[in-house]
């Protein structure tokens, strides 16, 4: 496994892990803090991404090893 491989594993995860927080606790504490509503669909958001970056290693499909690649590219 390539070094991308391995971030997209990592990060994904991390995003479930943090999407599933966001729910449970119906707040989530980034740069703005959402409370509710907002928070519970920002933790599925990231449940999603999570999911996405996992199966693009899992299943080797390309258009979501781009998409992670291109989510590292918009961080910087």
């Known amino acids: 496994m390539h070094f991308f491989d391995w971030a997209a594993l990592i990060i994904g995860a991390g995003l479930i892990a943090s999407g599933v927080r966001a729910v ?12 509710g509503r907002k928070a519970v669909h920002l933790g599925y958001l990231w449940i999603g991404l999570g999911v996405m970056f996992m199966l693009a290693v899992i299943f080797d499909i390309a ?9 590292l590219e918009a961080a910087n």
């Open 63 to 71: 258009f979501l090893k781009m998409l992670f690649r291109l989510f």
């Open 24 to 35: 449970y606790r119906r707040q989530a504490n980034i740069p703005e803090e959402y409370k």
